[in-house]
């Protein structure tokens, strides 16, 4: 199945630790560029991340950013921490004998001394535990708008396909009319310089001609083409550079068919053919 590579998607959960939510978002390009976002608390889940997403995706440049809101109680909540109280006081107690004067702190002094009061941490532990399942959701539910985006430029792709086709078609059944207009316009341009109307020369002229017209091979090319394009849009792989090559292919027979074209309905067939493998073109540059 094919995947497109412009995709969003967004997470939330909340428990008791607060509420977590990952945003991905992912657009085009040649290949993957992740640029990641994380609250300095969970700074340790870069690597996890990565290669998360490293294992997910193939192509695009992917924006991914985690928010955390704490519970209520889950950090903030302040703790004393008693062994270094317990050494402020016996410091105290030893500077007082010092300098021969007794002193005693009371609670509110020793509670503006930096490090006496301390903000419980979160459980990291099942915070990050909790933040990747979540991402491991989010991971999935971007999968899943990739691959029916996917499906939806695929479609376009396959009607454009058929378009093609049937110009290749139209041209193939305008050639034999193409060639006796040839035929037609030489037998006039003889009589004209009032030559001798020498049938062997007129028939070598118009194989020059026909020579010079012939856009088999290119019809046959542009057919190939086509079917190779089908068959990639059905594989179960990352197919955009694969096709970005096709596309780059039919452009080239149909700009031959438009400098060998000297009738206006195949020149018009050449022009549709471009603008049908441009629209393709522009397509495909969004999938993996």
């Known amino acids: ?65 985690l928010r955390y809101s704490p519970a209520v109680g889950a950090v903030g909540a302040l703790r004393v921490n008693k062994p270094f109280v317990e050494q402020l006081l016996t410091a105290g107690r030893e500077v ?22 301390q903000e419980q941490e979160p459980d990291l532990d099942r915070l990050t535990a909790e933040a990747l399942a979540l991402l491991d959701t989010a991971i999935a539910s971007l999968l899943d ?19 093609l086709q049937e110009s290749v078609v139209r041209v193939r059944a305008r050639m034999p009319e193409v060639l006796e207009g040839v035929r037609a316009r030489l037998g006039e341009r003889l009589e004209q310089l009032k030559a001798e109307l020498d049938p062997l020369r007129l028939e070598q002229e118009i194989a020059l001609a026909a020579a010079r017209l012939d856009v088999d091979e290119e019809m046959d090319r542009l057919e190939a083409h086509v079917a190779e394009v089908l068959e ?42 471009k603008v049908l493998i441009e629209q393709m073109r522009e397509q495909v540059q969004n999938l993996e």
């Not at 008791?16 to 300095?40: S, Y």
């Not at 708008?145 to 454009?160: F, H, M, N, S, V």
């Not at 594989?235 to 780059?248: A, I, K, S, T």
């Open 1 to 65: 199945m094919i995947k497109s590579m412009t995709a969003f998607a967004r997470e939330t959960r909340n428990g008791e630790l607060g509420e977590l939510t990952w945003e991905l978002r992912t657009v085009n390009h040649r290949f993957l560029e992740p640029h990641i976002r994380l609250p300095e608390e969970l700074r340790a889940l870069d690597v996890p991340v990565r290669a998360r997403l490293t294992d997910s995706l193939r192509r695009g440049k992917v924006d991914c950013s």
């Open 96 to 117: 007082s004998e010092l300098v021969g004067r007794p002193y005693e702190p009371s609670s509110f002094e020793l509670l503006r001394w930096p490090g006496v009061l």
């Open 145 to 163: 708008t990739r691959a029916r985006e996917g499906e939806r430029l695929g479609q376009l792709l396959r009607d454009r396909c058929a378009r």
């Open 232 to 273: 990639v849009l059905g594989r179960d792989e990352p197919v955009g550079r694969r096709l970005d090559f096709l596309m780059q292919e039919l452009n080239r027979e149909a700009n031959t068919l438009g400098s060998k074209s000297s009738d206006v309905a195949v020149t018009r067939e050449a022009v549709e053919m």
